[in-house]
């Protein structure tokens, strides 16, 4: 007997009509012989090699202006896999790479298209994959003077960012752009001021963000935001605007701890909803992007994969960490032992938030295409996409990936205001001093994440056994630990 389908009132509609055919489907990839399930490297990596060698096939024309995404998608499922190039496709993709970097700052979507936060972020996260200091690597060639001066030229008065010129506001867009800034040094007061309260405006009742909220204008003077006015969220939650809106925040804390405004978001409300996201037993285990939708493997990153970052924040993984860690923080354990509780904080201390083997289960049972590839969910065809945020959900349900706030605190200590910015960006003498803290405690905080010693030679945890491990990833910049710290040690002159 397997899992019973999701009961309902027998008002048939369409959505329960298509739940019920999912489910159904989902169930026939259960296997009958109680073989643990293998994940199919070899094919993944054919599948990878012949759209990366041979291009891919003519249902991605619509994607010509995401050609970063797609070189993207593919690098970084080699690095889960842990598949190398060889110097020669390296240096073939760098070269590629530095044909979409615009003249006036940030990366297009292709040779002489237009610069935008996404496919600057995929750009340069390929780079930090591929490339390398020095001449032809790519990371030298970066113009990251002209991608701040970009970046400045799309702030919004409510600290939000178009994602392009003349185009519309996007979380997901902030994530690329703080991520990017981030890991070039080229991250500001001044470029992130109001930042943090647009993406706390962002969080919808459910806990969850959307992509975008609304700001009131003063009626007698209309470009002018009224401070402290209502700024309702645009649209509803979802899996992916919520996972760029979590890693924004976290990204942007080094800021907020060193103003003077302390915006907030309700963290309580927003596990709740990640928690609820995950699909019930007849769902295999997968994640949904809304309330009411169908599981799709690409959610075992958006929403799986938040939960290493909520664990920045202070909810779950502390005990885990401790527990499971050689590296047990004394001030962890204070925290814990007189932990002052407020009206709406998050109490529990829990040491999986989420059923992270129900997960990989979906991910090895319903995500693998037979003939290579990973899939939102069957009958679909698998694609670059699904085949790499399948990859990452399951690394991140492998792996636990925390930050350490002893390795902060050792970052920050050896950070020398002596090592000036290599990108002189005109900050101005105000905001100097913020300008170093800020520096300081960003590098620090990106570089503060470590893999659990422990989990990491066990193989106990990992559904099919060692065979199916995937190397860890970051939880902020979805690039393996190694590319994140290289590119951006070589950005800070570390």
């Not at 970097?101 to 237009?114: K, R, S, T, V």
Request: glycine fraction near 10%.
């Amino acid at each position: 007997m397997g899992p019973k389908l999701t009961p309902f009132d027998n008002y048939r509609t369409a959505t329960t009509v298509v739940q019920h055919e999912t489910e159904e489907v989902l169930h026939r990839h259960i296997p009958k012989d109680g073989k643990p399930p293998a994940l199919n490297k070899s094919a993944h990596m054919q599948f990878l090699v012949k759209h990366l060698v041979q291009g891919f096939p003519s249902r991605y024309t619509s994607q010509d202006a995401s050609q970063p995404w797609l070189l993207f998608w593919i690098l970084q499922a080699f690095s889960c896999l842990g598949v190398v190039l060889d110097p020669g496709n390296k240096q073939k993709a760098i070269d590629k790479i530095m044909l979409w970097q615009h003249p006036a700052g940030g990366f297009g979507g292709g040779p002489g298209q237009a610069a935008h936060l996404l496919t600057t972020y995929a750009s340069v996260c390929s780079l930090a994959i591929v490339g390398r200091p020095g001449e032809g690597g790519g990371w030298d060639g970066i113009d990251r003077k002209a991608i701040y001066n970009f970046f400045l030229s799309l702030k919004q008065k409510d600290g939000s960012f178009l994602v392009a010129h003349h185009s519309e506001v996007d979380v997901r867009g902030i994530y690329c752009l703080l991520v990017v800034a981030t890991l070039l040094d080229i991250i500001t007061p001044e470029l992130v001021a109001g930042t943090p309260e647009f993406i706390a405006s962002c969080q919808t009742y459910e806990g969850g963000f959307s992509s975008a909220s609304f700001p009131s204008y003063d009626t007698h003077n209309p470009g002018k935001i009224l401070d402290g006015s209502p700024r309702p969220a645009l649209g509803e939650a979802h899996g992916g605007y919520t996972f760029c809106a979590l890693a924004s925040w976290i990204m942007l804390q080094p800021y907020i701890k060193l103003s003077a405004a302390k915006p907030t978001i309700n963290l309580k409300s927003l596990t709740r909803w990640l928690v609820q996201m995950q699909g019930v037993e007849t769902e295999l285990g997968g994640f949904k992007g809304r309330t009411n939708k169908l599981v799709d493997g690409c959610y075992s990153w958006w929403c799986g994969g938040a939960f290493g970052l909520l664990e920045a924040l202070g909810v779950g993984g502390l005990e885990n960490a401790k527990a499971m860690s050689e590296e047990v923080i004394d001030e962890e354990e204070e925290i814990l032992k007189g932990l002052k509780v407020e009206a709406g904080d998050w109490v529990d201390v829990d040491d999986e938030l989420f059923n992270s083997k129900a997960l990989q289960e979906y991910i090895l049972y319903a995500g693998q295409s037979p003939s290579g590839g990973l899939r939102d969910k069957p009958p679909k065809p698998a694609d670059a996409y699904h085949t790499l945020y399948c990859l990452s959900g399951l690394s991140s349900a492998q792996h636990h990936v925390f930050p350490s706030k002893t390795k902060h605190e050792k970052l920050a200590e050896e950070w020398s205001p002596k090592n000036e910015r290599q990108v002189d960006l005109l900050v101005s003498a105000e905001d100097k001093d913020l300008e170093t803290a800020l520096r300081r405690e960003g590098i620090a905080a990106i570089l503060s994440w470590g893999e659990d010693p422990v989990r990491a030679t066990s193989a106990a945890h990992i559904v099919g056994g060692k065979d199916n491990r995937l190397n860890a990833t970051h939880p902020i910049t979805n690039l393996t630990i190694t590319h994140t710290e290289g590119i951006a040690k070589w950005a800070y002159g570390l």
